[in-house]
């Protein structure tokens, strides 16, 4: 089992900006990808950033250059800083975490961010 808490999420003006983090416990072994996901109102959820145990990143084409994933590993935390907000950013931010075994993925609670204009 793995579980993955957020925080950081809240309201700020559109230029600002905010970072999330994800503290996962208990089976940290078996995680080897960690990501933020994204779901806005009426929309399907949305890859925006991941991180490999290796430390690879790879982010949504709308994030590119104003998003940033990363991960300390003494901690157990995943962080997304995010600058430059855009009212279109608002969302409800998961994080999720690809593990090698059943049941191969969990996700947070999501924690709720919102761009005013």
């Known amino acids: 089992q793995v579980q993955l808490v957020e925080s950081g999420g809240g309201l700020v003006q559109a230029g600002g900006s905010l970072r999330l983090s994800c503290a996962a416990s208990?089976?940290?072994?078996?995680?080897?990808?960690m990501g933020w996901y994204r779901q806005a109102p009426g929309k399907q959820r949305e890859l925006v950033a991941v991180i490999t145990s290796g430390g690879s990143t790879d982010y949504a084409d709308s994030v590119k250059g104003r998003f940033t994933i990363s991960r300390d590993n003494a901690k157990n935390t995943v962080y997304l800083q995010m600058n430059s907000l855009k009212p279109e950013d608002t969302a409800v931010f998961y994080c999720?975490?690809?593990?090698?075994?059943?049941?191969?993925?969990?996700w947070g609670q999501g924690t709720q961010v919102t761009v005013s204009s």
């Open positions: 999720n975490a690809v593990v090698a075994v059943v049941p191969y993925e969990y």
């Open positions: 208990g089976s940290i072994s078996v995680i080897n990808v």
